[in-house]
């Protein structure tokens, strides 16, 4: 079992920046990719950004290429999400999501994010 916890959602403004983090616990040696998927209101969830664990290749959706970073801090068992230049429609739930090379998924239980002015 593998446990995440999100924090440092909130609102800010458009053209703001902002930074979550997710705390991992469990057995992450069975974890092979993590990632940041988001739920915006009334739509379906959808993937933001993912990076393998055991190298530094990462993935990003065409909506937020170029406005977000996805890290890692292994020693910490911590997820970085960064997101700069927000908009409006950025607003959503951002979970941490965590997959075994089974493809079994662990999800955080999210992390409100809302662009607004």
């Known amino acids: 079992q593998v446990q995440l916890v999100e924090s440092g959602g909130g609102l800010v403004q458009p053209g703001g920046s902002l930074r979550l983090s997710c705390a991992a616990s469990?057995?992450?040696?069975?974890?092979?990719?993590m990632g940041w998927y988001r739920q915006p209101p009334g739509k379906q969830r959808e993937l933001v950004a993912y990076?393998?664990?055991?190298?530094?290749?990462?993935g990003y959706t065409d909506s937020m290429k170029g406005r977000v970073t996805i890290s890692r801090d292994n020693a910490k068992n911590t997820l970085y999400l960064e997101m700069a230049s927000l908009k409006p429609e950025d607003t959503a739930v951002y979970y941490c999501?965590?997959?075994?090379?089974?493809?079994?998924?662990?999800w955080g239980q999210g992390a409100q994010v809302t662009v607004s002015s």
């Open positions: 469990g057995n992450m040696g069975s974890i092979y990719t």
């Open positions: 999501n965590a997959k075994t090379i089974r493809a079994t998924d662990y």
């Open positions: 990076i393998y664990i055991t190298h530094d290749k990462a």
